[in-house]
């Protein structure tokens, strides 16, 4: 009997945390919250990026490039809920880009994709921002550091 009363009460706390977090962020967030895409690791990236943000969340951001192209990204944060979804849009919008169209994913373009953020997570739309231009940045030193040798 105790047994089902908590599994109720473990239930119905749940489904509160759910709805107010469906809420605060809306429904797209939220989804993504469930279920991050592109979250994992990378052994040798063409372009890694590491930054901490001001909030003392870290995201790191590997990218593989095939034909001038994002081949493949993933993303890994020890930060909040927020960290995690931007951190899987910043991704999801660098799959299958050029360099030159990765430049144009701001902080400011996460959050409309998402539909908006609370004013107190808008940050970790930056920081994911901020985290891929750092793995594109290390991509295209390697590029110039590449054709200098060719020559």
């Not at 939220?30 to 279920?35: D, S, T, Y």
């Not at 931007?86 to 999801?92: I, V, W």
């Not at 590449?146 to 020559?151: A, F, I, L, V």
Request: aromatic share 10%.
């Amino acid at each position: 009997m105790m047994t089902d009363d908590f599994d109720d009460f473990t239930r119905g706390l749940q489904s509160q945390v759910y709805e107010e977090t469906r809420k605060a962020y809306g429904q797209v967030a939220f989804e993504r919250w469930l279920k991050p895409l592109y979250m994992g690791g990378m052994r040798d990236p063409d372009g890694y990026g590491r930054i901490i943000g001001t909030c003392g969340d870290r995201m790191e951001i590997f990218l593989r490039f095939e034909k001038n192209r994002v081949k493949e990204v993933m993303f890994q944060t020890d930060g909040c809920g927020s960290s995690t979804i931007c951190g899987s849009f910043a991704a999801e919008l660098a799959q299958g880009k050029s360099p030159e169209e990765i430049t144009e994913i701001t902080g400011e373009l996460i959050i409309s994709v998402l539909g908006g953020l609370p004013e107190e997570d808008r940050h970790c739309a930056f920081l994911a921002a901020q985290t891929l231009q750092e793995a594109l940045d290390q991509y295209m030193k390697k590029q110039l550091k590449g054709n200098r040798s060719d020559k």
